[in-house]
């Protein structure tokens, strides 16, 4: 009886935690959401962005550390500012889009988390696949829980919480298999990415 | 015929500076579309949004200054009627 008891307990635990995070979907019809990447370069340095963002993140205000969740890119909605130059990154020895669609980013956990007021800062280790090619990172983050603005930002329409993702951190080209013949020269292996992401739980 | 010639040189490359001149002046490459920086009223997100835009860079110029100087080249080849009535 004690086992069954215990067992019960430890099922309305799990039930509770799961309960008190909350689901954000990172769908962004407004195209808000960006992946800005800059690569250096002689001439100027290769900037551009990416805003075809969706996934879902499951994220516990009383409990940050506990954040779970999987971010996609579409791969095709890399911009640059030069349509040739734009053609080159979605081409095979790039990002060979038609390939390797997405890139995908899954969050696995969280350390040094610091919450102050609605704003935690953080650690975030989790698994980047870009073309094909998948490593574990561990990029710093600032997530930003805005309880009840969803429905500022949909006019009215939503009721609901807002979630926003912020990173800034460097990746190496030649780690996942992007253009590695490029010379460094050229154009640099490393490349800066800053993220920028809000996702929504809408409320009933 | 070679002052024709020199002169329409003289054109396209005086063409592409002024062009590059008053698009930008642009230092870096050719741009077809630009980043236009917006920010979210409530999540104080920046955003980039892309607008078609032909901002000629110094690629442009140097297409530009390639083509007079090819042009300037032929002139070289070209005789003049002087030169062809002489020889008559």
Same mark, same amino acid.
Do not use: C
């Given at each position: 009886?004690?086992?069954?008891?215990?067992?019960?307990?430890?099922f309305a635990a799990v039930?509770?935690?799961?309960?008190?995070?909350?689901?954000?979907?990172?769908?962004?019809?407004?195209?808000?959401?960006?992946?800005?990447?800059?690569?250096?370069?002689? *001439?100027?340095?290769?900037?551009?962005?990416?805003?075809?963002?969706?996934?879902?993140?499951?994220?516990?205000?009383?409990?940050?550390?506990?954040?779970?969740?999987?971010?996609?890119?579409?791969?095709?909605?890399?911009?640059?500012?030069?349509?040739?130059? +734009?053609?080159?990154?979605?081409?095979?020895?790039?990002?060979?889009?038609?390939?390797?669609?997405?890139?995908?980013?899954?969050?696995?956990?969280?350390?040094?988390?610091?919450?102050?007021?609605?704003?935690?800062?953080?650690?975030?280790?989790?698994?980047?696949?870009?073309?094909?090619?998948?490593?574990?990172?561990?990029?710093?983050?600032?997530?930003?829980?805005?309880?009840?603005?969803?429905?500022?930002?949909?006019?009215?329409?939503?009721?609901?919480?807002?979630?926003?993702?912020?990173?800034?951190?460097?990746?190496?080209?030649?780690?996942?298999?992007?253009?590695? +013949?490029?010379?460094?020269?050229?154009?640099?292996?490393?490349?800066?990415?800053? *993220?920028?992401?809000?996702?929504?739980?809408?409320?009933? | 015929?070679?002052?024709?010639?020199?002169?329409?040189?003289?054109?396209?490359a005086l063409v592409g500076?002024?062009?590059?001149?008053?698009?930008?002046?642009?230092?870096?490459?050719?741009?077809?579309?630009?980043?236009?920086?917006?920010?979210?009223?409530?999540?104080?997100?920046?955003?980039?949004?892309?607008q078609k835009n032909f901002?000629?860079?110094?690629?442009?110029?140097?297409?530009?200054?390639?083509?007079?100087?090819?042009?300037?080249?032929?002139?070289?080849?070209?005789?003049?009627?002087?030169?062809?009535?002489?020889?008559?």
């Amino acid at each position: 009886m004690k086992n069954l008891i215990a067992v019960g307990l430890l099922f309305a635990a799990v039930h509770v935690s799961q309960a008190a995070a909350i689901k954000f979907d990172f769908k962004d019809p407004k195209g808000v959401n960006t992946v800005n990447f800059t690569m250096d370069a002689p *001439l100027e340095a290769i900037s551009g962005s990416a805003n075809g963002i969706s996934g879902e993140v499951h994220f516990d205000p009383a409990q940050p550390s506990g954040i779970k969740g999987t971010l996609t890119v579409d791969a095709a909605s890399m911009q640059v500012p030069n349509a040739m130059m +734009k053609q080159h990154m979605h081409g095979k020895d790039w990002m060979d889009v038609a390939t390797h669609p997405t890139l995908v980013f899954e969050a696995v956990s969280l350390s040094d988390a610091k919450t102050v007021g609605e704003v935690t800062t953080a650690q975030l280790t989790g698994k980047l696949t870009m073309k094909g090619v998948t490593k574990t990172v561990t990029v710093p983050v600032k997530i930003s829980y805005l309880k009840d603005k969803l429905e500022a930002r949909t006019n009215g329409q939503m009721k609901g919480d807002l979630l926003v993702i912020r990173s800034n951190f460097t990746v190496k080209r030649s780690d996942f298999g992007i253009n590695p +013949k490029a010379p460094v020269d050229k154009v640099a292996d490393e490349v800066a990415l800053t *993220l920028s992401v809000a996702g929504s739980a809408p409320r009933s | 015929m070679r002052t024709v010639i020199r002169f329409v040189a003289l054109g396209i490359a005086l063409v592409g500076l002024v062009f590059w001149f008053f698009g930008g002046p642009n230092l870096g490459w050719t741009k077809t579309q630009v980043p236009v920086l917006r920010k979210d009223p409530v999540t104080e997100q920046e955003y980039t949004e892309w607008q078609k835009n032909f901002v000629p860079g110094l690629d442009f110029v140097g297409a530009a200054l390639g083509v007079a100087g090819l042009v300037f080249g032929l002139s070289w080849i070209a005789r003049t009627p002087s030169v062809r009535s002489k020889k008559t």
